[in-house]
């Protein structure tokens, strides 16, 4: 497999201040529906995948829970244990390629996962998307809860513009880097609610559920068309 453009430190130092600007404030809300939605008991272990810098996984562990944070990028987890350590809260940081999940944390079990902000499905390719799904099945105890949000691929087959293409489900895009000198390239795969539902199932998950989601507006709420997000609940079966 390619090395990811997220395995670039200046692309993920360039992304940080967008993504704290974006993602940062709405942080508290979407962890209050998150400990409903995922029924979470005190001393339960959560699982965030694509972790970044840290924003869902020290809330979660402020409230209680004991969480493991992973990501690919070293400098998004050089950032996350700083502010894990300036907010008093321990978290578990681990660096790992998503595509890697299933043997990096073999023998482990949690009792819940997300991966928001877009920072999982898409970018593994369908195989490696598919094969990702399982291995979170496969991580989470009986009855464990799953929540995902993801690029809604209904707006973009709307408004396709010219780097997506519509048989692929593909976005491809480019972001400069060093000056403008240098490009990084990722194809980004986007999914309709019904493919991800079929997914889901197929790696076993059970209670499928889809809603729209924004920065901070997490709450069950129809998914409309031209939402930019949407989001999947799922179980595994007890």
């Known amino acids: 497999m390619a090395e990811s453009p997220w395995e670039n430190d200046e692309m993920a130092r360039m992304s940080l201040a967008n993504m704290d600007k974006k993602f940062l404030p709405g942080t508290s809300q979407e962890v209050d529906f998150l400990e409903e939605e995922l029924g979470l008991q005190p001393g339960d272990r959560i699982l965030d995948l694509g972790c970044g810098a840290g924003g869902h996984s020290i809330e979660v562990a402020r409230r209680g829970y004991d969480v493991t944070g992973v990501d690919i990028s070293s400098f998004m987890l050089e950032e996350a244990r700083k502010r894990a350590s300036e907010a008093g809260v321990e978290v578990t940081f681990l660096q790992l390629n998503l595509a890697d999940l299933g043997s990096a944390l073999a023998g482990r079990s949690f009792d819940a996962a997300i991966c928001l902000c877009e920072s999982g499905l898409g970018i593994l390719g369908e195989k490696g998307d598919f094969k990702f799904l399982q291995n979170v099945h496969r991580l989470l105890k009986p ?70 989601c924004s920065p901070g507006n997490f709450n069950r709420q129809k998914l409309e068309l031209d939402d930019v997000e949407l989001m999947v609940s799922a179980r595994t079966e007890k």
């Open 143 to 212: 009855g464990g809860g799953f929540v995902l949000t993801s690029f809604n691929a209904m707006r973009r087959y709307r408004n396709p513009g010219s780097h997506f293409d519509p048989i692929s489900s593909t976005l491809h895009w480019t972001m400069p880097i060093s000056n403008g000198k240098e490009f990084l390239e990722e194809d980004q795969r986007w999914y309709t609610p019904s493919e991800l539902r079929l997914m889901l199932g197929l790696a076993g998950f059970t209670n499928i559920e889809v809603y729209g």
